[in-house]
């Protein structure tokens, strides 16, 4: 008999770095029974960082899933939860791990409040409409405040959080929390005992507040449910607790509100509760509903709803590569039934693939299972061409999900084998990773041979680094962090490129006319329209001219950077009737891209970096006077409750190499940063001078003509 889904929760932990979220997976593992010694993190003994590099760095890398269940109202709830990492060079394993799930735990320092990376996955979350509950960690730290955590967030971020506890006492004296719709006060102890939490009275000094509270909470409940708005106005007294909760889940899951509790994770403070907030009010996968896509045969939209009789479909979010079973996809299951050995079909190949094994996992562990239904994550093995991204479904019935957009590296190295009998291991090895992370690429220089990684940051490629030493063996020699520039034109030009070639016999000819210039405002890649009248280029050439024109953007005039976005309008030209083929019409693009560009104005453009220095008062003329010096801009300037300074400015990522271990140096070790990607702008003209004499090329200039 298939299982009620009401009874699922599919939710993942978000935030910024070390606001607790591997801390808080650990306890729900422990309290939900799934483990039972808890793991830290700072022992390097955390379930869910298995990697040797997150144990050893205190840090997670990648997004792991598991599978736990917890007691709520009389009911078994089933958790499928994913921890994903906090650091902004790992974005795409919470870009990957919200498209899939229902829900999210958003997990927020108490003193540290909205940091920049929290706002980061909020967006991504918003993104992909995943509902939220706010958990505000770490109450026991010097500096802890809940309710100015709680309208941090309705500042920075724009949500209505709403208070569903308030704390009992805070920083050393935190020993508790009131649940405001029960008006019951909760007492922790930090054992590590299964129940490790007592009821009691709620203390005298506090009843004030609990009373205030809980009338904002009714009054939030009561908007978000229009039949509950009228019995709270014939008599406010009147509405039950059951009915409360269920308004509060409706405007949780319709996103108005975002409900907030708080609690210690490392003292084991609050974490039951936490779970049944999840319970009370993230959705299952019948409150998101039936999943939308396209049929790939007609193009119309069809749904799925999230049951086991329908047709199944499901989307591979993840691609892990494990030293025992092989290649592993990780899939959410919308609908349907799946069984382990049976065949699915990939929308984007075409082709039917064997489902070998079928895994429920734990960490790294895989759990074998018979089957899985809608709404499961499991993992499969088996699949010979599968990415990040696939839709797999019932031949007889296809569906193509909603994909993921995943950012552009924005930092490179080179690397080479340290032997040359490594050469092979190095290709394979960097195969295998970049398939695992989109983010993360490879190509070749065609003008050195040398091949060029490239990532999100310069810790993203540290650990690629470590993990082909590690996991494959490779030694590699690597060379300085390059930045990832772009190039664009700014001007239009026309230009007539003529291709003619006779070495006897049939020849090449191809005529064209075209007037280039910078794309559309928000058109990346190629813009191109065809503009050809009475057939002087035939119709089969004129995908040809286009084709030319989107392999050439791959290396711009100025320095070999790919060009970003353009438009080409294809204005005129002619052809042979027997010299003329397709491949003529392709390079005369060609040709005529590199002839026309450098009288385009073509410039550089340089990844700008979005930073934020936490710095106490007196380093920070030192912090701005060397930002100065790296060509940052100061956007704003703020204060912490701590009496802290927040500077936020925007940086070129090519004056921040290295640039923790200044910030170190001039803050005594006492600032921190984060740095994040916020968009591509030009390079000034003398930099960008030296920047494509360095590249061997010789440098044009934005204004020269003929």
């Known amino acids: ?33 799934k483990t039972h010694k808890i793991g830290e993190v700072h022992e390097g003994a955390a379930t869910m960082d298995w990697m040797a590099q997150e144990q050893e760095r205190g840090i997670t890398i990648t997004s792991a899933a598991t599978t736990a269940f ?81 309208d941090d967030i309705h500042n920075k971020l724009g949500a209505t959080a709403v208070p569903v506890c308030l704390p009992i006492g805070s920083e050393d004296t935190f020993e508790g929390i009131v649940d405001l719709i029960s008006r019951k006060a909760i007492y922790y102890n930090s054992s590590e005992e299964l129940v490790n939490f007592k009821y009691g009275p709620i203390p005298e000094d506090m009843l004030g507040d609990v009373a205030v509270w809980r009338d904002k909470l009714v009054d939030t409940a009561a908007e978000c449910d229009d039949d509950l708005m009228e019995k709270y106005f014939e008599n406010p007294e009147s509405l039950t607790e059951e009915e409360i909760i269920a308004a509060l889940r409706k405007g949780t899951i319709s996103m108005k509100i975002v409900p907030a509790c708080c609690g210690s994770s490392f003292k084991n403070k609050g974490v039951q509760f936490l779970l049944d907030c999840v319970m009370r009010y993230l959705p299952s996968p019948l409150d998101k509903g039936a999943v939308k896509g396209i049929n790939p045969k007609n193009g ?13 479909c499901g989307l591979v979010f993840k691609i892990a590569t494990d030293p025992y079973v092989g290649r592993l996809a990780f899939m959410r ?64 019935h296809q569906i193509t999900l909603e994909s993921m957009e995943f950012p552009d590296p924005v930092i490179g190295i080179a690397v080479e084998p340290k032997t040359q009998q490594d050469l092979d291991k190095l290709s394979i090895a960097l195969s295998k990773l970049s398939e695992e992370d989109p983010t993360f690429t490879v190509k070749a220089d065609q003008e050195t041979g040398q091949t060029i990684i490239s990532g999100m940051g310069e810790l993203h490629l540290d650990i690629i680094i470590d993990r082909l030493r590690r996991e494959f063996d490779v030694e590699i020699n690597q060379g300085a962090p390059h930045v990832n520039y772009k190039e664009a034109i700014t001007g ?13 016999g049939r020849g090449k000819f191809a005529d064209i ?28 050439f004129i995908p040809c001219v286009q084709k030319g024109f989107e392999m050439a953007m791959a290396n711009g005039v100025l320095a070999g950077y790919e060009m970003q976005s353009m438009k080409v309008r294809l204005l005129d ?21 590199r002839n026309a560009c450098p009288k385009a104005k073509p410039i550089l453009l340089e990844p700008i970096m979005d930073l934020e220095v936490v710095t106490p008062e007196e380093y920070m003329g030192d912090i701005v006077g060397d930002l100065n010096r790296r060509r940052g801009q100061i956007a704003n300037m703020d204060s912490t409750s701590t009496g802290a300074r927040i500077i936020k400015a925007f940086v070129p990522l090519a004056e921040q190499f290295g640039y923790v271990t200044v910030l170190r140096t001039l803050s005594s070790g006492r600032a921190t940063s984060t740095m994040s990607f916020d968009h591509y702008a030009e390079v000034p003209p003398t930099l960008a001078k030296s920047i494509v004499e360095r590249s061997g090329y010789r440098y044009i200039g934005n204004n020269e003509e003929d």
Not at 12 to 33: C, F, P, Q, V, W
């Open 573 to 593: 030209g002619s052809f042979h009737p027997v010299d003329s083929d397709a491949l003529s019409f392709e390079l005369a693009a060609r040709m005529a891209f």
């Open 300 to 312: 119309q939209e069809v749904e799925r709803e999230p049951k086991a009789d329908e047709p199944f």
């Open 513 to 540: 006319v075209v007037e280039i210039g910078p794309a559309d405002q928000g058109v990346s890649g190629l813009q191109f329209e065809n503009e050809v009248k009475g057939g002087n280029i035939p119709k089969e």
């Open 70 to 150: 917890w007691h709520y109202g009389g009911d078994v709830y089933q958790i499928n939860l994913i921890d994903t990492p906090g650091h902004v060079d790992f974005t795409v394993e919470v870009e990957r791990s919200l498209r899939v799930l229902d829900g999210t735990v958003a997990t927020f320092c108490a003193v540290g409040r909205v940091q920049p990376q929290s706002e980061t996955v909020w967006r991504q979350a918003d993104k992909y409409n995943v509902p939220k509950i706010a958990y505000i960690n770490k109450m026991d730290r010097v500096g802890a405040d809940f309710l100015a955590c709680v």
């Open 1 to 33: 008999m298939a299982r009620d889904l009401k009874y699922t929760r599919n939710i993942g932990i978000m935030a910024h770095i070390d606001a607790g979220k591997t801390t808080t997976s650990e306890r729900i593992l422990y309290y939900t029974g």
């Open 333 to 396: 299951a919308y609908s349907g039934h799946l069984d382990s050995g049976s065949y699915v079909f990939n929308v984007r190949s075409g082709r039917k693939e064997r489902v070998a094994r079928l895994y429920q996992m734990h960490s790294n562990h895989q759990n074998p299972i018979e089957f899985v239904e809608a709404g499961d994550i499991c993992a499969a093995v088996g699949f010979k061409d599968l990415r990040t991204g696939d839709t797999v479904c019932s031949e007889s």
């Open 492 to 504: 239009t030009y026309q230009h007539r490129e003529v291709f003619r070639k006779q070495t006897g």
